[in-house]
């Protein structure tokens, strides 16, 4: 699933193709890519301006004129991809729409995970299905005392501690192994047996990593993620812990070491990464 640095750069791409333009048409191609919508979505969303792009950790949307967000979750392999019309040729495009700057959007969707969803918005503007979400580390009010502060007092392991979207957002399976190793912090470790410093530690390590990611496009193993303009990101030739099970720490030489932790695959060093 797309993290926070995927996420971005596909919003960027958003922005700077289908900002201040009209939606002159949609087509709805498999109901599930609108699931939970009480009334259809074409009707409503056509007339109305796209005036940006806006994301909250993995959640992406773009704000309309009535005031209203169109909310989009790409799911396990979510794309949007913008050109010319005809541009994208797929069998799995799930959502067409026309806007008046003549760029078409084209929502992707093999596995049918992800949906766009036309929602109320808070005094604020955020969508109100994603108002449980916590700032992301990106997010210029995003406070690292007071998120220290609520990671420290979880008696969970520290990696779910930082999957937790309520208490820091964007963080998932890779960033989450990244960001420990860059750490020097055991996954399995819990949170509250941490020092305040290491937290930050930790918290410093999530911004770095992914600010890191986002000047490569994001992470992509297979031609699932990409960005609007249908090309992958490039981070995956600079993993040091996610999916280099046995190759050697680039920090000691140990190998890598992979185990099932909480229902998902965990990646460190067992040598280096102490704490």
């Not at 609108?34 to 409503?44: C, D, V």
Request: glycine share 8%; proline share 5%.
């Amino acid at each position: 699933m797309p993290e926070l640095p995927e996420v971005e750069v596909v919003r960027r791409g958003l922005a700077e193709h289908l900002s201040n333009t009209t939606v002159l048409s949609c087509e709805v191609l498999h109901a599930r890519a609108n699931r939970g919508q009480e009334s259809p979505l074409a009707p409503q969303l056509v007339g109305r301006r796209i005036t940006g792009w806006h994301r909250r950790g993995k959640f992406l949307w773009a704000a309309l004129d009535d005031d209203r967000a169109l909310m989009v979750h790409l799911g396990m392999s979510g794309q949007m991809i913008v050109g010319d019309p005809g541009t994208a040729t797929s069998p799995h495009i799930r959502i067409r729409v026309h806007c008046d700057n003549g760029r078409e959007l084209c929502f992707i969707d093999q596995r049918t995970f992800g949906r766009w969803l036309l929602c109320e918005t808070d005094a604020e503007g955020t969508p109100v299905p994603a108002q449980h979400i916590a700032l992301d580390p990106l997010d210029p009010r995003f406070n690292e005392l007071e998120t220290a502060r609520k990671m420290r007092a979880s008696k969970a392991s520290i990696k779910s501690v930082l999957l937790n979207q309520s208490l820091i957002s964007g963080v998932g399976n890779i960033y989450a192994d990244e960001s420990l190793w860059a750490a020097g912090i055991k996954p399995t470790r819990p949170a509250y047996r941490l020092r305040r410093r290491d937290i930050l530690n930790l918290i410093s390590a999530v911004q770095e990593v992914m600010h890191r990611a986002l000047a490569a496009g994001g992470t992509s193993f297979d031609s699932l993620y990409v960005n609007v303009n249908g090309a992958s990101g490039y981070f995956s030739r600079s993993l040091n812990a996610y999916g280099q099970t046995g190759e050697p720490c680039a920090r000691c030489g140990t190998p890598i070491r992979r185990v099932a932790f909480a229902n998902r695959s965990t990646h460190y060093c067992p040598s280096c990464q102490t704490l």
